[in-house]
């Protein structure tokens, strides 16, 4: 399988689609991620799976919409954008019933086919003052 491919199987099928279990097919058993929003890492399929069950929880209409995709050795790089209404706990706030549209980038790296290794960088602050859980920044 390609690593584009599995790239957007992740997008697809896991975000989008809310097939946790794949998780186990498309990430390796000693996979370590790291995204922006969290300061620990992640780390193998199981944690995987906890981190996007989190997200779907808060936002369970969410889908993700891959923009750009460019693969060069053993690493592909997604830029993507991600709709959802927030109507689930989401860092300890209740829910807002607003919508909100950020984007992000994600680096994986692949071997053997299954992630290895990821970065992930997206729009936190723009997505909660979009819900109103953070201030504007004055326009100027």
Not at 35 to 51: L, M
Request: aromatic letters at 8%; glycine letters at 10%.
């Amino acid at each position: 399988m390609s690593a584009k491919v599995i790239a957007r199987r992740f997008f697809d099928e896991v975000w989008s689609e809310g097939k946790l279990e794949l998780a186990d097919e498309l990430f390796a058993s000693d996979y370590i991620g790291h995204p922006s929003d969290v300061e620990e890492t992640v780390r193998g399929p199981e944690a995987v799976k906890q981190y996007v069950r989190a997200l779907l929880e808060s936002f369970s209409d969410l889908r993700m919409t891959i923009e750009d995709q460019v693969a060069e050795g053993d690493k592909v790089v997604t830029r993507w954008t991600a709709r959802g209404t927030h109507d689930g706990n989401l860092m300890g706030t209740e829910p807002t019933g607003r919508t909100g549209t950020v984007t992000g980038i994600t680096i994986q790296r692949i071997r053997d086919d299954k992630v290895v290794e990821g970065w992930t960088n997206w729009d936190v602050l723009g997505m909660l003052q979009q819900l109103g859980l953070a201030p504007q920044l004055p326009q100027g």
